[in-house]
């Protein structure tokens, strides 16, 4: 049960969750809201809405402000690995390029010069 002394605060990219727990009914059922600040205001840049029966884990809080930065959710090395198993043992390098290009580290730009760089049998 949510309770004042176990509520989670942790942050994320610039970002702090604050739960306040501001309801109570008359079964003594808690209701949480799950605050949100940015940069360590004190007022909350905004709310999430979620269940409010219980705390927001790490991960969720992070897709949830991965969802409000752009809209798209950062993506791991795992889950290409799981999407692409075929990729596994020895592909390390093309690993870190589709990783980085889906996560808006690589620009297509620089994703082009890897993909387009032609490899012979000569070499």
């Not at 942790?10 to 501001?22: C, D, L, M, N, Q």
């Not at 409000?68 to 959710?73: F, H, I, L, N, T």
């Not at 690995?81 to 390390?92: N, W």
Request: aromatic residues 12%; hydrophobic residues 35%; negative net charge.
């Amino acid at each position: 049960m949510i309770n004042h002394h176990n509520a989670p605060k942790f942050g994320y990219a610039g970002y702090e969750y604050r739960p306040a727990i501001e309801h109570e009914d008359e079964e003594g059922v808690r209701k949480v809201t799950h605050f949100v600040h940015l940069n360590c205001d004190e007022e909350p840049d905004f709310v999430i809405d979620a269940s409010p029966y219980a705390w927001l884990t790490l991960e969720e809080f992070q897709y949830h402000i991965d969802m409000k930065q752009g809209g798209v959710e950062k993506i791991t090395e795992d889950q290409i690995l799981d999407r692409f198993p075929e990729l596994g043992g020895g592909y390390s390098a093309v690993i870190d390029i589709i990783t980085e290009l889906a996560n808006g580290d690589l620009s297509p730009e620089e994703f082009r010069k890897f993909v387009l760089t032609e490899e012979t049998e000569d070499a």
